[in-house]
């Protein structure tokens, strides 16, 4: 029932005299006691879930991290990723720590039945990152894609609903695994960022031995570059390299486009 070993079920049997509710209690703390003792390690691997209701108005991303691959990829610990996903879905919290205080099940809570999974899989284990984008009935939909199996995940809004936009939806969330947007569009791209690439364009420019006085001018250049490279509706798409991924939604309706995303990863 608990997933623990042998040996530790026979152990926390012994202590709690033979109570088999308060055994489980012991395993419990014992999971307690390895998160504390784990907190520090590093959870790289894991698993990315993404998912979308029924109406396709919700989306959710959910990763799940643990220490090693040969946990991540265990068909158990993958399941226990979905249904905290499912979870998140159904309720869609405020952020992580709204998720973690959600009840799970036999009277615990998603956080508490974490700390136990640390007790039976003796990793440390973690919600990494939880995400969600919504749109409201009759203004768009929502869409998943799970990469390299578990090891990425993507959700992607549509300003348009209808069947039609499912696949051009799905094509657009393979893009953003493949090429890493950093934004929606230019627009989206923080001001640090700008500033950062900037600074970048001018030193390049600057060892390629320009004149100082022109470093402002090409960093600029190079950072229209940059939104071309890196913000979704300027990346050319990769599928058809003639057009970008702006122009290859309106070539499927002229007011078809993207409203948001969510794109995590392992690692």
């Not at 493949?178 to 600057?206: F, N, T």
């Amino acid at each position: 029932m608990t997933g623990a070993g042998m040996m530790d079920c026979k152990k926390a049997l012994e202590e709690a005299g033979g109570d088999f509710d308060k055994a489980v209690e012991v395993l419990r703390k014992q999971g307690q006691k390895l998160s504390l003792k784990r907190a520090d390690r590093e959870a790289k691997e894991g698993a990315v879930i993404a998912m979308t209701s029924a109406n396709r108005n919700n989306g959710v991303l959910v990763r799940l991290s643990c220490e090693t691959d040969f946990v991540a990829k265990n068909e158990d610990f993958v399941n226990f990723a979905k249904s905290i996903t499912e979870i998140a879905l159904k309720t869609l919290p405020a952020d992580t720590d709204a998720l973690l205080a959600l009840p799970y099940a036999s009277g615990l809570t998603v956080g508490e039945k974490i700390t136990e999974q640390v007790g039976v899989i003796g990793e440390k284990v973690e919600v990494s990152h939880y995400s969600k984008l919504e749109t409201a009935a009759g203004q768009g939909q929502v869409l998943p894609y799970i990469h390299m199996g578990n090891r990425a995940g993507v959700i992607v809004a549509l300003n348009l609903e209808g069947p039609e936009f499912v696949d051009p939806g799905k094509n657009v969330a393979m893009q953003i695994a493949a090429m890493r947007p950093v934004a929606l569009d230019k627009d989206g791209v923080s001001a640090d960022m700008i500033e950062k690439e900037i600074e970048i364009g001018k030193e390049q420019a600057r060892q390629e031995g320009k004149p100082e006085a022109m470093l402002e001018k090409i960093a600029v250049g190079k950072l229209n570059k940059f939104y071309q490279e890196s913000t979704l509706l300027n990346q050319t798409y990769v599928k058809d390299g003639k057009m970008t991924v702006a122009q290859y939604l309106q070539s499927l309706n002229k007011d078809l486009t993207v409203t948001a995303f969510k794109h995590v990863e392992l690692g």
